[in-house]
């Protein structure tokens, strides 16, 4: 079975952090690439942040760029996304996601295309 399991969303106040965590199962995040979208009510998928295959440059929407910071923690087989200073527009369902795909390189990661496994997605709702 292979499969990833998001958790940590909730509700915060415009300026508070979370940290999101993604449990990978029967796939190994040391061997994939890997992201983070989500999908706000009434909107389309957007590219949060993500890191290729076999490396640990990372990229970022514009949107989170010095807010935001996805890192991986191998032993544990969890990907992780730390949320800092969440604005109201970051209310969304955060999807994790991984892929065994190497021709996904740079910033392509973000868009979500090619991707083989995702997340039920956790809720994040940030409060004004």
């Known amino acids: 079975q292979r499969q990833v399991v998001e958790s940590g969303g909730g509700l915060v106040q415009a300026g508070g952090s979370l940290r999101l965590s993604c449990q990978a199962s029967?796939?190994?995040?040391?061997?994939?690439?890997v992201g983070w979208f989500r999908r706000a009510a009434g909107k389309e998928r957007e590219g949060v942040a993500c890191?290729?295959?076999?490396?640990?440059?990372?990229y970022y929407g514009d949107t989170v760029t010095g807010r935001f910071t996805i890192s991986r923690d191998y032993a544990k087989n969890t990907l992780y996304l730390d949320m800092n200073n969440l604005k109201p527009e970051d209310t969304a369902l955060y999807y994790c996601?991984?892929?065994?795909?190497?021709?996904?390189?740079?910033?392509?990661?973000?868009?979500?295309?090619?991707?083989?496994?995702w997340g039920q997605g956790t809720q994040v709702t940030v409060s004004s």
């Open positions: 890191i290729n295959l076999n490396d640990d440059i990372t």
């Open positions: 996601a991984a892929h065994q795909n190497r021709y996904i390189s740079g910033q392509w990661c973000l868009m979500g295309q090619g991707y083989t496994y």
């Open positions: 029967g796939l190994y995040f040391d061997t994939s690439g």
